[in-house]
């Protein structure tokens, strides 16, 4: 196990990421199946929650790790 994840870790050191800005993010075509027809009332709820879990996300992952 401990082999697989060193791996998947020098792979993510080794690829070249590029930012994503939010609007870039929402601009995906995956919203567009989440949310079909988002009215201003849902896009912001789903902006707000998109957010919170990006907030979260370094204690989560170190809680992993």
């Known amino acids: 196990m401990v082999d697989i994840i060193e791996d998947d870790r020098e792979y ?3 690829a070249e990421l590029s930012e994503v800005n939010l609007d870039q993010y ?3 075509s995956g ?3 989440l949310f ?3 009215g201003e ?3 912001a709820i789903a902006r707000a ?3 919170r879990s990006l907030e979260r996300l370094p204690s989560v992952l ?4």
């Open 31 to 33: 919203w567009q199946v």
């Open 41 to 43: 009332a849902e896009h």
């Open 36 to 38: 079909p027809k988002p």
């Open 62 to 65: 170190g809680g992993l790790v």
């Open 26 to 28: 929402l601009a995906a």
């Open 12 to 14: 993510l050191v080794k």
């Open 49 to 51: 929650s998109l957010h």
